[in-house]
């Protein structure tokens, strides 16, 4: 780089830099439990699962019969 020069790298696509796409299957419940969310929050449901995965990651305890 030359001196004064600004040097821009590109972004990589939206949602492809840290993402990962799959599919699940939960419990009418759940998901109406989910679509409550969206509707209190104004938040996309991708978003609030999401958020409950990283929480769940963050919070969870291993329990054996030991």
Do not use: A, C, H, W
């Not at 492809?16 to 009418?28: A, W």
């Not at 109406?32 to 509707?39: G, M, N, P, Q, R």
């Amino acid at each position: 780089m030359s001196k004064g020069e600004l040097e821009i790298k590109p972004l990589p696509p939206r949602g492809e830099e840290n993402s990962k796409s799959f599919t699940i299957r939960i419990s009418k419940e759940s998901f109406e439990k989910i679509e409550v969310l969206v509707k209190d929050t104004g938040r996309s449901r991708n978003s609030l699962v999401g958020l409950l995965i990283d929480y769940s990651l963050q919070n969870y305890r291993i329990v054996t019969d030991d």
